[in-house]
């Protein structure tokens, strides 16, 4: 692998850039921008309070037809401060570090992509280098799908499958919120006037996982948080739930029981909302004619590779549940994402890039597609 990919690599994660962190967020959009216009893009953002999105364009050059999209993201999972207990090393083709894997080793083949095919004939290439991606894109899906519309086939730069195997398909996912309004009182000398809503809380979930397990579900209770003292009765509560679907017919059955929540206690009350959503994507023949052509392209570089479905969620599941032409997992290969055992493959970037180069270039996806 190039030194400079290292480099950038190096740069990008010593960037810390957690999820809704603006500030963080912003001092890598400026030095990605940055490479990305040397690379040849022209670069854009959709602003947003949390964080912008990065919207890339490298125009076509001797390729006519529909943009090629690549869907990527900056921010990770790990707070500002994690560097210091989880530092960046390099280890023969082992290197470590906050979100070198999920995803920031895939934004450097991409970038290093680019870069070589800038002056050759391609077709037009757009990114979108999503903000928020690591809790379900809830402001992106809109520019998700409006790229989509217009694209010829989608990429996603999310990590592949353990070795490096693409993604096909993926479980459909969404963030939930239980919410309950109890009555405070006080909790020892007039109890009764009260209505509690964490033990409220704590009933709806017991009966949800019930019915969660009734079908072929995922179900996670991610966060829960309420009260205040132990000397009032809880007034306030809520539990944020993760749940990821493989058939469109559970998940609609599912939410419409999360819906239809309602109090055991009289005077405690109870509603539900959907913090981000991502509609499952099914593997197609659009999807498997784009693996077949990938996968030749691969075997012209010595590189063997097959895709199948993912459990996980991204911004993919959008573009895939829409019907377009959809490949997830070109990121380099690794491991241990949202773990504090992160890791990505030196020789994987070098494989990446080198793949993404071929894909993007003259004789790659665009003309084939014609």
Known sequence: ????????????????????????LAALAETLEADAGRAGFTTAREPH???????????????????ILLLSHYDTVWPVGTLAAMP????????????????????????????????????????????????????????VRAEAGRAAVVLGLEPPHPGGDLKTGRRGSTRARIEVTGVEAHAA???????????????????FRAVAARRPVLLNTGTIAGGGRTNVVAGRAH????????????????????????????RA???????????????????????DRIRGIAAGLGQTLDGRPADGAADTNTTGALGRP???????????????????????????????????????LVPRLR
């Open 88 to 143: 960046w090393s390099v280890e023969g083709d082992v290197v470590r570090g906050p979100g070198v894997y999920d995803t920031k080793a895939g934004l450097v083949a991409l970038l290093a992509a680019a870069a070589e095919i800038k002056d050759q004939d391609h077709p037009e290439v757009r990114v979108i280098v999503v903000a928020d991606e690591e809790i379900g894109s809830p402001s992106a899906g809109d520019l």
């Open 189 to 207: 000398l007039d109890p009764d006037a009260g209505a509690n809503a964490i033990d409220e809380l704590v009933d709806q979930l017991i009966h």
């Open 326 to 364: 959809t490949v997830d997992g070109l990121a380099p290969r690794g491991g241990g994402a949202h773990a504090r055992t992160e890791w990505v493959s030196a020789g994987g970037m070098a494989e990446r890039t080198a793949l993404l180069t071929a894909l993007l270039g003259p004789s790659g």
């Open 239 to 266: 539990a944020d739930l993760g749940l990821r679907f493989s058939d469109p017919a559970d998940e609609e059955a599912l939410l419409g029981e999360l819906r239809a929540l309602r109090p055991v206690r009289e």
């Open 269 to 291: 009350a109870v509603s539900a909302r959907l913090l981000s959503h991502r509609p499952t994507w099914r593997p197609d023949h659009a999807g498997a004619l784009l693996l």
């Open 49 to 67: 309070p949390t964080g912008d999105h990065l919207l890339w364009n490298l125009p076509a050059r001797g390729v006519a037809g529909p943009p």
């Open 1 to 24: 692998m190039p030194s400079s990919e290292l480099e950038a690599l190096h740069r990008y994660t010593v960037l810390e850039s957690p999820t809704g962190d603006a500030r963080s």
